[in-house]
């Protein structure tokens, strides 16, 4: 497995950003596919956006499209997720997540995901 560690969350206010981090550990971070998920209050966890092994294929939910920008640095085993424009929705704990298998490249099935970490929490205040 992948162990994963987010950092980056906080209180901000509407139309501020925020830059999310996930570093990971044990297996070769270059080889997996990633996600970043996000549990908003008394809701179920919802993907956000995700990003091939390479780099090279992203994916966005329609919510989050043109703010978010998903990316990765595999020389420093490191996910991010920079997060402009945001609203008070977007208030969540927000989840990174590894890919089960090797080499693939827009995962998107939550049972895909085998590895996952504990989560950071952003507030955004309106």
């Known amino acids: 497995q992948v162990q994963l560690v987010e950092s980056g969350g906080g209180l901000v206010q509407a139309g501020d950003s925020l830059r999310l981090s996930c570093a990971a550990s044990?297996?070769?971070?270059?080889?997996?596919?990633m996600a970043w998920f996000r549990q908003p209050p008394g809701k179920e966890r919802e993907l956000v956006a995700t990003i091939s092994w390479s780099g090279f294929w992203n994916y966005y939910v329609d919510s989050v499209k043109g703010r978010f920008t998903i990316s990765r640095d595999n020389a420093k085993n490191t996910l991010y997720l920079q997060m402009n424009s945001l609203k008070p929705e977007d208030t969540a704990v927000y989840y990174c997540?590894?890919?089960?298998?090797?080499?693939?490249?827009?995962?998107?099935?939550?049972?895909?995901?085998?590895?996952w970490g504990q989560g950071t929490q952003v507030t955004v205040s309106s």
């Open positions: 997540a590894a890919d089960r298998f090797v080499r693939r490249t827009v995962v998107t099935n939550p049972q895909d995901f085998g590895s």
């Open positions: 044990g297996r070769t971070f270059s080889n997996y596919a």
